[in-house]
């Protein structure tokens, strides 16, 4: 692989988009990758920005197009990363950036076993059970359904390389900035460097 891919993943709630969107102000270097869902825009969200907005239909033909490096469904909708664009950065040596479930995070790391995976979640599950209340967008069975998913997707842990405790922010933002930084700098994946230096 001659770039980077890094996934952000961890259970709804968690901090993960918060934490994400930091990382890319910290290092506009990182390609970020726009899923596509077949769920409706919210608020501000414009097609193309936060998501590819698409219909089941047209959800189904990327599939069958193979057009996914992974997809999930995700709490009654379907997500799923689009695979040329990742391919095309990586295969650049761009640093890729992915923002995405456990499941699909399971995905990725068995396909490109070299991937960075960071496991996000907040210090204790009362703490999760809180910031999903005061975010105030799930009614109370949603936030039970996600708890209990919460659970199942700690419980995958050992295919995560890094697990961050988002309990300040700014560490967490931190920690992940450091992952990236120290991943980039690995002996192995600099091995081109090192032999181009060796033959000066
Ligand atoms: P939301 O609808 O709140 O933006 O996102 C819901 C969940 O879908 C989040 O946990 C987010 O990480 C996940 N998600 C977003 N894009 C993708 C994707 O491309 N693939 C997978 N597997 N999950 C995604």
Redesign the pocket.
């Known amino acids: 692989m001659a770039g980077l891919l890094v996934v952000?993943?961890?259970?709804?709630g968690a901090g993960?988009?918060t934490i994400y969107n930091s990382i890319l102000q910290r290092m506009p270097e990182i390609v970020k990758?726009v899923?596509?869902?077949t769920?409706e825009p919210?608020g501000n969200e414009k097609d193309g920005v936060?998501?590819f907005f698409r219909s089941e239909e047209q959800f189904d033909k990327m599939i069958e197009s193979d057009g996914f490096l992974?997809?999930?469904n995700?709490?009654e909708?379907r997500?799923?990363?689009p695979k040329k664009h990742v391919l095309d950065m990586i295969e650049a040596g761009k640093t890729v950036m992915?923002?995405?479930?456990v499941?699909?995070?399971a995905?990725i790391k068995s396909k490109f076993p070299s991937c960075v995976t960071v496991f996000i979640m907040p210090p204790t599950f009362a703490e999760l059970e809180k910031r999903l209340r005061d975010r105030a967008t799930d009614k109370e069975d949603s936030i039970v359904i996600r708890l209990s998913e919460a659970k199942t997707e700690l419980s995958r842990y050992k295919m995560f390389d890094y697990f961050i405790t988002n309990d300040e922010l700014s560490d967490a933002i931190d920690c992940a900035v450091s992952i990236i930084k120290a991943e980039r700098i690995k002996t192995a994946r600099n091995e081109n460097k090192i032999l181009k230096l060796l033959n000066e």
């Open positions: 952000i993943s961890g259970p709804s993960k988009g990758s899923s596509v869902t769920r919210r936060e998501y992974e997809y999930a995700v709490f909708h997500y799923g990363t992915l923002e995405i479930d499941k699909g995070a995905q």
